[in-house]
């Protein structure tokens, strides 16, 4: 593919493949995206190697996995690692490469590569930092009010925006990346990058998306019988039994409200590259950084392998993947591939520091690994063409899912004989990949995790992740590794 072929790559925060139309979502609607797989190329099986915020958006940039990228926990005040990132490797060709949104990198100001980032960071000023939106927001007459609908980040309760619909987020997003492109060096080829904060929480739709999901009955959401199981499985669902049934139905339609506004924003993007004559030679890239678990298996948030948290959407479109145009790949893929497919395609040399394999080229993996969190908390995932493994170290706890006849993962398998050969082998393959402090999980060769012990109760006087009024910008607070 010729060099000067641009891209436009456009990331959402937590949205699951599965609860979108692409994913099979009855209440879903996406048509933009949609639109675009159908007459894209999709990967159905493509998943974040660690579902939270910053090691997903680290494994993005540098095309490396967490090992290598020294995250698995959420280190918001990590530099990072000392590689060529996705940005840099199109300057090092010759592309401008610009930002807009969720960048989420420390120091919040670090470009990682870009010619510029302008930053939404989601209200996170206990590093000192004002972001481009909050500075925004005050020349409109709103300065420090972007918080003031009363909704705090990983919670769901919700409201509509309170603010005029033009200062949500979301817009602001989408319009200064079209005064990007509209303000570009005709003599460059273009590396763009979109990343809107929504639809993770706080839940805070535009009226307008919110009226068209309040009539719809909602199904009820996936619910396996193993939740049941308690121990640390149970733990995980702890979170979600605070909300009463007609909370977590108006958290939903909030959710599905945010993807709608979303999905048509991204028409504005697509209808600027057409006048700037620059759609025929764009590719178009659209992925998440992890997926929300939104009451499915009653649980909420990210932070595990099941498929609402760790399934990502992953779609190509645009002239330069036309010849694959309508094709759904069922390779396993993950946020490590992505750079090295969009310099594939672009025709571009792939970095050494790069782990991950170009979804366009003839290398598969026979399985993926993914890991997330330490001590207590970790979870880990074996997946291959077939079947998913998931392991608890806490309580020493597999689950074993047939992916090809259970893909909403209702059923455990991991304690039925039939499925014993195929648990030991994944279970050996999990042990192979792991490092560090994982290996005390490790004994004779077979995993012995930790054991199990309740966690203390904890009362919660803070509201957690709770912002508040921002002006002037609040400064010198703790919440260091809190805002998830």
Not at 53 to 67: K, Y
Not at 73 to 89: R, V
Not at 92 to 107: E, F, I, R, T
Not at 362 to 382: F, N, P
Request: aromatic share 10%.
């Amino acid at each position: 593919m010729d060099a000067k072929t641009n891209v436009l790559m456009i990331s959402v925060d937590e949205l699951g493949r599965n609860h979108m139309e692409i994913g099979g979502d009855p209440v879903s609607m996406m048509p933009t995206l949609r639109y675009l797989a159908e007459n894209g190329l999709q990967f159905d099986n493509c998943y974040s190697e660690c579902p939270v915020c910053i090691p997903a958006r680290r494994s993005l940039m540098t095309g490396m996995t967490p090992r290598a990228h020294g995250d698995r926990i959420y280190n918001d005040t990590l530099p990072m690692p000392e590689a060529t990132t996705l940005a840099q490797a199109f300057r090092n060709h010759g592309y401008q490469a610009y930002s807009v949104g969720k960048l989420h990198v420390y120091p919040q100001r670090n470009r990682i590569g870009f010619d510029d980032a302008l930053i939404v960071e989601e209200g996170r000023y206990e590093f000192g930092e004002v972001d481009d939106y909050q500075r925004w927001l005050g020349e409109q007459g709103y300065a420090g009010q972007e918080f003031m609908h009363g909704m705090g980040n990983n919670i769901y309760y919700t409201r509509p925006w309170h603010l005029p619909d033009y200062t949500h987020p979301t817009n602001w997003t989408t319009q200064k990346m079209c005064e990007i492109i509209k303000r570009r060096d005709p003599t460059r080829p273009a590396f763009y990058y979109i990343s809107y904060q929504f639809p993770h929480p706080p839940l805070v739709p535009l009226q307008c998306y919110l009226d068209q999901f309040q009539n719809e009955e909602l199904p009820e959401p996936r619910c396996g019988g193993w939740i049941e199981k308690g121990g640390i499985i149970g733990e995980m669902a702890s979170k979600a039994a605070e909300y009463t049934p007609k909370e977590r139905a108006q958290a939903r339609k909030a959710y599905y409200a945010q993807c709608m506004h979303i999905d048509h924003q991204i028409r504005i993007l697509i209808g600027t590259l057409r006048e700037c004559n620059l759609l025929d030679n764009t590719l178009l890239v659209f992925l998440s950084d992890h997926g929300d678990m939104l009451f499915d298996h009653n649980m909420v948030a990210k932070r595990s392998f099941y498929e609402a948290s760790a399934n990502i959407p992953m779609i190509l479109s645009g002239t330069p993947v036309a010849d694959r145009a309508g094709k759904v790949d069922h390779r396993l893929c993950c946020l490590a591939d992505v750079m090295p497919t969009i310099l594939d395609i672009c025709g571009l040399d792939i970095p050494d520091t790069v782990e991950g394999l170009s979804m366009v080229s003839e290398r598969y993996r026979d399985y993926l690994y993914g890991e997330v969190g330490e001590g207590r908390k970790a979870t880990r995932m074996i997946r291959d063409k077939d079947y998913k493994l998931i392991y608890y170290p806490c309580g020493n706890v597999s689950q074993l899912f047939d992916m090809k006849n259970d893909r909403d993962e209702l059923h455990d398998c991991a304690e039925e004989p039939e499925y014993a050969q195929t648990r030991r082998r994944l279970e050996s393959e999990l042990a192979a990949c792991m490092y560090g402090g994982d290996l005390a999980w490790i004994r004779e060769g077979e995993l012995a995790g930790m054991p199990y012990e309740k966690a203390g109760g904890k009362i919660d006087f803070g509201l957690y992740n709770q912002r508040g009024y921002h002006w002037p910008a609040p400064q010198g607070y703790s919440n260091i590794g809190k805002n998830a």
